[in-house]
């Protein structure tokens, strides 16, 4: 090949040169325009009527049976980590039972991140709150309490290592948090003439706290982490005189009483589980 046909050849193969170059830095540095981006991890909140909207008193759909709502910790977790997709399984009056055949089926394996409250309603706290309300004497408040602890140790614990069980199996590879209850009271604070008794309110307190020690131990079994809300919701437990996390008894709203109201789920669970998580 001459020197003149040589130069001609590779001046004819700088335009297809270009072009090929052109193409693959457009390929690798930029998507297609009809890319989404791919979401930062999954996380399923599942739960009881701590972990939706009661006590908040504001509902996505009042007449909605599972009461959710937007000003939850699950919720504003998920508000604070747009990236992250997020499902809420969590419905008011949620037993065990109910978290096994229909909210644990909504994990997946691509689970990222897992938020586990419920069994109060295992042990019936609620009717122990009720009949401590309702009844005069504390003998029959402290009866109620005794039951309620036994169905703790006799009945909640083997379920709820079952629970903790079926969350690892359906979400392998995500973080669980297993979220506690608050007590309710400050003993010996400042709540007046009426109500409940010093001695009414310290029983429910002692079921509270049996109930987060058999959470904690099935959580650590389990390989979970472990949420205790007691430490921050102490300073702000109803009679103590701050301002408190839970909302008392409410008679216009029989159903939004002793849960954490707005503070609760913001400056109480929120800011504990963004300490676990990040």
């Not at 909207?53 to 937007?70: E, I, L, Q, S, V």
């Not at 910790?73 to 096994?100: K, M």
């Not at 009717?127 to 009945?155: E, R, S, Y």
């Not at 079926?166 to 003439?193: M, T």
Request: charged share 15%; net charge negative; aromatic share 6%.
């Amino acid at each position: 090949m001459t020197p003149l046909i040589g130069e001609l050849v590779v001046r004819s193969k700088r335009p297809l040169v270009a072009a090929l170059l052109a193409m693959v830095v457009a390929a690798t540095a930029a998507p297609t325009a009809n890319a989404e981006p791919k979401a930062a991890g999954k996380y399923v909140a599942i739960g009881d009527s701590y972990a939706v909207a009661p006590g908040t008193r504001t509902y996505d759909n009042p007449d909605d049976p599972c009461r959710r709502g937007p000003l939850t910790y699950p919720r504003l977790w998920a508000a604070s980590h747009p990236s992250v997709g997020f499902v809420e399984a969590s419905c008011s009056g949620a037993t065990t039972a109910d978290v096994n055949s229909t909210q644990i089926p909504q994990l997946t394996a691509d689970t990222t991140l897992v938020t586990v409250q419920v069994g109060g309603n295992d042990v019936g706290f609620v009717d122990v709150l009720t009949n401590c309300i309702l009844t005069i004497n504390d003998a029959d408040c402290l009866a109620g309490v005794d039951l309620a602890k036994q169905a703790a140790q006799g009945l909640l614990s083997p379920a709820l290592a079952q629970t903790y069980g079926a969350v690892r199996a359906a979400a392998p590879s995500a973080q669980v948090v297993v979220v506690g209850y608050p007590r309710l009271y400050k003993i010996g604070g400042n709540c007046g003439i009426l109500g409940l008794s010093d001695t009414e309110r310290a029983a429910m307190n002692s079921a509270a706290d049996l109930l987060n020690e058999i959470m904690a131990s099935r959580a650590a079994e389990a390989g979970f982490t472990f949420l205790d809300p007691r430490p921050s919701f102490d300073q702000h437990a109803l009679c103590s005189g701050a301002q408190e996390w839970v909302t008392s008894l409410e008679w216009d709203k029989i159903n939004e009483s002793y849960h954490p109201n707005v503070e609760g789920h913001r400056d109480g669970y929120l800011a504990a589980l963004n300490g676990i998580t990040g």
